[in-house]
């Protein structure tokens, strides 16, 4: 895949998933979207520290994807390279970890309830989708060096140092 197309596709997925995901459906489930509500002080800061950072780590996590790997997160284009640059040296699976802190967030930020169980919903459901999907399909594709990068790097809890290779 050339760059554009995955840059572009790259784009288009991330509306399509983590914008409905961590963006719409929080949205949805909150009237008060937009106007901090926390009555326990200092969570308002700390979940929009959380939505800040959590964001850039998947704008950074998409765009290796698009230029290290030469495709997009989107199983229909699936890079061609595996992906083990930048944050990838410290978490297995950086997208679904920060849309997780995205909306753990807006859990702080709104004192949401309901956003608070959509986030458990959500997080079971990426989890069975890694087990049962990804990493199966990557160790099919990529074969000993998915192995070897799934046994050096953890799945959710990023590890302090970064991974250097085989």
Known sequence: MRIFSAIAGSAVFFVAAP???AG???????DRYGLPQSAV???VPAGWILVVGASAVLLH???RFALEGLGTPAPVA???KLV???IYRHVRNPM???VLSIILGQV??????AVLVYGLIAAAAMISFVKAYEEPTLARRYGAEYETYRRAVPGWLPRITPWRGQ
Not at 24 to 30: D, E, V
Not at 108 to 113: A, D, E
């Open 108 to 113: 702080l930020i709104f004192s949401s309830w």
């Open 61 to 63: 996590s998409f765009a």
């Open 84 to 86: 083990v640059g930048g």
């Open 41 to 43: 002080p200092g969570f």
């Open 24 to 30: 719409l459906l929080p949205w949805l489930l909150t």
């Open 19 to 21: 914008g409905v995901v």
């Open 96 to 98: 679904y970890v920060a």
């Open 78 to 80: 699936p890079t061609e």
